[in-house]
């Protein structure tokens, strides 16, 4: 039933104005499962008057639905929504998150009465069954066991089944059949002539065929869950990466903490050191180095001074600065960042898995099966009570509780297979995704190279006296000195020159670590690889470092090449340093420099040359080309913006692991063809067996559950041995 215009809420005030000039509206949709829903949804919301844009996220369940400038209504589009069979409410992350917990302990729970009632209703009928060789019960002693078999098995089945016929009854309200439509007219109708049995003290009930149905198929749907629930938000994650608060200058100098979202351009902020930046800006006084390796995937920290501008997010290390905001928080880069990962999640989710692939062709022909069965058999004059017996046989030995396996079982073993090789994969879709890619982009710092300065050629003499002034320093490349000098002694009277150095007492004699020219070392050139220690009067010490490449990364290279995948290098750092890695991994196609949006406008570009693209990132910058790439993997170290944008996550040094995911996503998705195709075989059968009569209903369970049995063998295979 429509809603009336009284009816109707006004929404207007959860309204957000969009880049585009117009409104948009954030709403939380239930019961979208799969890229049918994704389409179906995006497409009857767009044909709202006045709506410009709508898009799903199926990983979160958020709707953002975009109106043209001063024009549309929102409650017409939650109308439209409730009539597809998709209820929603105004989106609220935490709703999102109880919704998905809720779901979980649904099926959980379902899973749980399904095979208390399998085992319990299967007590009562092997005594029924007894009767196939030669032990027949009598008849009250049968119609007992069949009545003790339905209280137990029909209550478990309609309680078990509740996930299907919700679905099925929702598909049916917005006039389309999903695969939960045969499975609960198979059930509901398995129970309907299991009591008609009884009753009429028949001879055969199919309580248990219909509980234990339920139960094969809820460990399907359970396992679907499961890796869904890893997938979280990556957009969420890197808008943490801001600063809650900022310190803002007053009038008269006092100083006062804010919450960031009450920042406003042209306030005068101040950043400590340890600090991040709280939001976009300009440097009004001070000199800092700023670590921005999370953003732009330089190694290095970056010298910078009054009149240079600073992002959100990057890390002080140096001293204090006085900054002059040009950007609230919403339009941070790092916001930037987080709108370009939502559209690349967006984007992805409209991947169409086998499953739903399968599912398109599988509803309508067995729903015709059915029904031309029912006629047919009718028309023959066989009765009504047999036609229905043999259109339920058709349902039951044709259930897509094969099919339903076929993906997840081979899923949840591939990525436990992973998983002991130190590989977590986050979502089902993504091993499907990842056996399909073509093209490697890497980036360079952090998955190539180790992601941290190394020293090159150090002697431990020189290095235990520059230790006492690298343990005082924050700065990365005195962090890393001091690393391999171990414990020792702190100097004394250590001051901190910012952009410059670290200088102290060390016993008793005063010393110098830093750059070149701040040592009193005249004429040598200014690097960010290098540290210079010494000690008045003596002679300086120079300290070179490196980040070097991964042990394996040159042997993953060619393994990749090998495979018939091209390779190429998106990074935010240096000419130099690019091209150095590329050479040694043999790379032979780089692009260096790049920002956020560069990378992700480059994964795009390759994506529209027909190109399947996996993204190997880990810093803040590679976010968006994760989330936009066709599959996405990030190491253990990154950052957990990276992490949660990417679908697989590896840990340890070692590069290989990206070849060991390709494998066996490649072997997953031959097995799940492989189950498909059994699947299709054993229909081809077991359907024309049913039509005909040669199967009722007990057997067809029977036969049924040993197509699933076999589907799950085969799903142990995948990943043994060679791919």
């Given amino acids: 039933m429509a809603m009336t215009a009284a009816d109707r809420h006004d929404y207007s005030a959860f309204l957000r104005p969009s880049e585009s000039g117009g409104r948009s509206l954030e709403l939380l949709v239930k019961g979208a499962r799969c890229a049918a829903c994704l389409s179906k949804i995006e497409t009857e919301v767009r044909a709202l008057p006045a709506v410009e844009s709508a898009r799903l996220n199926l990983t979160t369940g958020k709707l953002t639905v975009g109106f043209a400038p001063g024009a549309g209504d929102p409650s017409l589009v939650l109308e439209r929504l409730d009539g597809l069979g998709y209820p929603a409410t105004l989106y609220d992350p935490g709703k999102a998150a109880a919704a998905r917990d809720a779901e979980g302990r649904k099926l959980t729970l379902a899973l749980g009465v399904a095979a208390f009632g399998a085992g319990n209703a299967m007590m009562f009928s092997v005594p029924i069954w007894a009767g196939l060789f030669g032990q027949e019960l009598g008849p009250a002693t049968r119609t007992l066991m069949m009545w003790m078999s339905g209280v137990i098995g029909a209550p478990c089945a309609v309680y078990a089944g509740m996930p299907f016929f919700e679905s099925a009854w929702r598909s049916l309200r917005s006039g389309r059949a999903n695969m939960d439509v045969p499975i609960s007219i198979g059930v509901i109708l398995t129970l309907v002539i299991s009591f008609i049995e009884t009753v009429l003290r028949g001879r055969d009930a199919y309580f248990d065929a219909a509980v234990t149905l339920l139960f094969l198929l809820l460990i399907g749907r359970w396992l679907d869950h499961r890796l869904r629930a890893s997938a979280r938000s990556a957009a969420a994650d890197l808008l943490a990466m801001q600063a809650p608060s900022a310190t803002l200058v007053a009038e008269g100098g006092a100083e006062r903490r804010i919450p960031l979202s009450e920042v406003a351009p042209g306030d005068e902020l101040i950043v400590r050191p340890g600090e991040r930046i709280p939001v976009d800006a300009v440097i009004a006084a001070g000199v800092s180095e700023l670590d921005k390796s999370m953003l732009t995937g330089e190694t290095l920290p970056v010298r910078v001074a009054a009149g240079e501008p600073c992002q959100a997010g990057a890390l002080n290390l140096g001293g204090v600065l006085r900054l002059r905001a040009v950007a609230r928080s919403e339009d941070s880069a790092v916001a930037a960042i987080a709108r370009l990962v939502e559209a690349g999640a967006q984007s992805r989710s409209k991947y169409v898995q086998l499953a739903d692939r399968a599912a398109a062709l599988y509803v309508p022909v067995i729903h015709t ?355």
């Fill in 369 to 723: 099966a059915a029904a031309l069965t029912f006629v047919g058999v009718w028309a023959l004059g066989l009765g009504p009570r047999e036609a229905l017996l043999r259109a339920v046989a058709v349902l039951i030995i044709t259930c897509p509780c094969a099919l339903g396996l076929a993906v997840p079982a081979v899923q949840v073993t591939a990525s436990a297979r992973l998983f002991r090789r130190g590989i977590l994969v986050k979502s089902g879709a993504a091993l499907e995704r990842l056996a399909e890619v073509d093209h490697i982009v890497l980036d360079k710092t952090g998955v190539l190279t180790e992601g941290r300065p190394q020293l090159i050629d150090p002697v431990p003499a020189a290095i235990a006296m520059a230790a006492p002034l690298a343990k005082a320093s924050a700065h990365p490349l005195s962090r890393a000195l001091a690393a391999y000098a171990g414990p020792t002694l702190l100097a004394d009277d250590v001051v901190e020159t910012p952009g410059q150095g670290v200088e102290g007492l060390i016993g008793g004699r005063r010393a110098r670590l830093g750059r070149a020219s701040f040592v009193g070392v005249a004429g040598a050139p200014a690097s960010e690889t290098e540290l210079w220690f010494g000690i008045e009067g003596e002679t300086k010490i120079r300290f070179v470092f490196a980040d070097q490449l991964r042990a394996d990364a040159a042997a993953t290279v060619a393994a990749l090449k090998a495979r018939g995948l091209s390779v190429e290098i998106l990074s935010g750092d240096a000419f130099a340093a690019v091209s150095r890695a590329a050479e040694q991994a043999g790379i032979e196609v780089w692009r260096a420099a790049l920002t956020p949006a560069e990378k992700a406008a480059l994964v795009a570009e390759r994506t529209a040359e027909g190109r399947k693209v996996l993204m190997v990132g880990d810093g803040l910058n590679d976010a968006a080309a994760l989330a936009g790439a066709h599959a996405g993997m990030a190491p253990g170290t990154a950052l957990d913006a990276s992490q949660n944008a990417a679908d697989l996550v590896f840990s340890g040094e070692r590069l290989e692991a990206v070849v060991e995911a390709i494998d066996v996503a490649r072997s997953a998705r031959r097995r799940a063809l492989e189950n498909f195709s059994f699947a299709a075989l054993y229909n081809l059968v077991a359907a024309p067996a049913a039509m005909l009569g040669f199967v009722n209903p007990f057997v067809a369970a029977l036969a049924m559950s040993g197509s699933s049995l076999v589907v799950t063998l085969n799903a142990l295979r995948t990943g043994a041995g060679r791919p």
